[in-house]
């Protein structure tokens, strides 16, 4: 536990890069077709996308602050899937998301985070 702890506290720096809002909206161009088959509902990917890191960084802070027990039970739900996973009307580009190195270098930050999390909080 003490191994993932300290991996944890390494990490929390690591996401503190900018938003890569250039490589969102570049998807949305490069699948603009895709995007307007979505519901206004379903077509927020930068909306989305911040969802899916906010709530692997809240989830974080608790950890590091010691205060896994003011986790909320949806907040360790929605740590239980990935990006792709919670989201899946963008699965259609989930293959390509290398072509968009900002947004795939966060996604695989925020992912190791996210299974990291996991083995505390379970």
Known sequence: MDNILRKLTEIKNELANPFPYNDTDKIQEDFQTHFLNLSDEEDSLTGDFNTYCMN???TLSYVLAGSTNKISKSQIEFLQKSFFDLFTQYKFFEDKIGNYK??????????ETRKLLLLVVK
């Not at 900002?102 to 992912?111: A, G, H, L, M, V």
């Open 56 to 58: 692997i960084a809240g």
């Open 102 to 111: 900002d947004f795939y270098d966060e996604y695989k930050k925020f992912e």
